[in-house]
């Protein structure tokens, strides 16, 4: 790699059109990790992107842009207009150009496709996306370079990369390790090869650093204790206690006990003092589980700790300090609790100043497979089989389904399979039957399934054999881009 560093002298030259700041000052952050000297010339306007590129092609010595970087909604001259006059120009119509914008309209999107745009990113874009743009820019033009004479311009033109499915096999690939391999997919403990699950991770490490509350929501087996147990670590409190508590699973009387502490003779089997997990997790980390369990009595007696940072052990009068991070856990709608006098407001909000929810896996496709191996290794390894890996007609199975376990069924499912298997690789009738199994029953005589329902299965077949990938399952389906965002934004309130 050291030696392709050299071959380019002189430094390359980008154009961006954009006239929002704050994304000016991202793109030129991103480009300060670029092996090659680049130079970045800025302009607001369409007019003023168009007057200097045609400037600079007018003559023999002055530096073309090796790729302009175009905003779509720029004042008075648009960036659709900018882009067909760059087309059409014979002097400029190879220059690569990448298209900015912050809509998911479909018109954008056949727009940049008629248009002969070499990239395509939606806005807001992450550092990470860029980064793997300026990896892919740099390889290709690298190769250019070498390949005598060729100008740098003609392979850096078969550059495409327009949907998130795409950002994230860029990003994935510039890793430098193989995009199955254990070592790709695993992120912090957690197979994270899906753009959802590495944001959840960025920010999971982000939090970490501070102090505050912080509720982790999502469905029954998404791994919220996982997430609580990688704050802690990456927090300063990594050296102290992690204690998880499961507030649904200890009766409400034990569970005061077992959290606040219980002096001698409190209740009847009380024969020692005691301290609770407060105590316990002293200088350390208390993340409480199923947290929507607990009753209004005990939710008054959390709140005073949350404010006065001190417990009271029960059948005690004195209060002892804590210092104690509390993160806490529900797959419960808190705030439809609160609505329903189920839940206090005020501990809502101290438990609530910062919200991680976790996707389900269904909404995670990329992770199915990348997790499903590393689970049938896991599993193997209790057991003591050989077992590594399955064949593809199961890695079809485990992606057509649709997971309302979520990952817990998943390492179910694994560990079955692993048990079952004939051979070294886990084969189709090994899976549970239930992988198999109708996700909506078959409707009973004479009754009638709502239009809704069937669009909806259709939108997420469609979904789960493009990968992800939006704008293919839109062109799939029949339908516009900017509907079928519409629809699943609509879907996703519906499972609030």
Known sequence: MNTRTTVVEKPIELLLVEDNPGDVRLIQEVFKDSKFPININTVQTGEDALDYLRQNAKYSDAVVPELVLLDLNLPKKNGREVLADIKKDSALKDIPVLILTGSHDDSDVRFAYESNANYYIVKPMGTEHFSAMLRYMEDFLVKSLENKGQGRRDLACHIVIKTEAEWNRAIAEQKAVPADSQEADEVAGFVAKSFRMRQLIDMVKTVAKVESTVLITGESGTGKERVAQLLHNESPRAAGPFIAVNCGAITETLLESELFGHARGAFSGATADRAGYFEAANGGTLFLDEIG?????????????????????????????????????????????????????????????????????????????????????????????????????????????????????????????????????????????????????????????????????????????????????????GMGVATLYRKLKIYKQEDL
């Open 293 to 477: 369990e607990i009753s209004p009595a005990l939710q008054v007696k959390l709140l005073r700790v949350l404010q006065e940072r001190q417990v009271r052990r029960v059948g005690e009068n004195k209060s002892r300090d804590v210092d104690v991070r509390i993160l806490s856990a529900t797959n419960k709608d808190l705030s439809q609790e609160v609505a329903e006098k189920r839940f206090r407001e005020d501990l809502l909000y101290r438990l609530k100043i910062i919200e991680i929810n976790i996707p389900p896996l269904r909404e995670r496709h990329e992770d199915i497979l990348p997790l499903s191996r590393i689970l049938v290794e896991q599993a193997a390894k209790r057991m003591g089989r050989v077992v590594r890996g399955f064949s593809p007609a199961v890695g079809q199975r485990l992606t057509d389904y649709h997971w309302p376990g979520n990952v817990r069924e998943l390492e179910n499912a694994m560990e079955r399979a692993v048990a079952l298997a004939k051979g070294s690789s886990v084969e189709i009738n090994e899976l549970p039957p239930d992988l198999f199994a109708k996700k909506n029953a078959p409707a009973e005589s004479g009754t009638i399934t709502l239009l809704k329902d069937v669009e909806r299965d259709l939108i997420e077949d469609a979904l789960r054999k493009s990968g992800g990938n939006r704008i293919k399952a839109a062109v799939a389906l």
